[in-house]
């Protein structure tokens, strides 16, 4: 059975769609093709990186990713916004099956002490590791 096509999406594809790229290949790989983009991609922020360490997740070869680079060229099933400006300024994706939106905080846009920065992105990551797994029980009791 060919795999469902599932793209994250926030503005930069510095850290919270880069998270949930990572988790859901960790957590279902098999049954998705998993991707993340940004509208205006800029590198991937060092804190993420040193966050999904912590985890065991490494980002190793992970790079910032335009959604231009997808459209029209690649269709999805499964679209999923984790911010109010991708939601907002969302380019349309054709054949789209689902979309969901998953607000979570920027933690590259908190501003203070880098402990206190790097709390941020712990935060955002546990947000995300728990939205992906609640995302896949839910399927997973619609399909039984």
Known sequence: MKKAKVLFLCVGNRARSQMAEAFLRKYADDQFDVYSAGLEPEPIHPCTYTVMEEVALDLKGHYSKGVKE???????????????????????????????????EDPVAFEGPEEKKIKEFRQARDTIERRILDWLDSRKEKED
Do not use: H
């Open 70 to 104: 997808f459209l029209n060229e690649m269709y999805f099933g499964i679209l999923i916004t984790v911010c109010s400006k991708a939601e907002a300024r969302c380019p349309t994706f054709p054949g789209l099956g689902e979309r969901y939106y998953w607000p979570i």
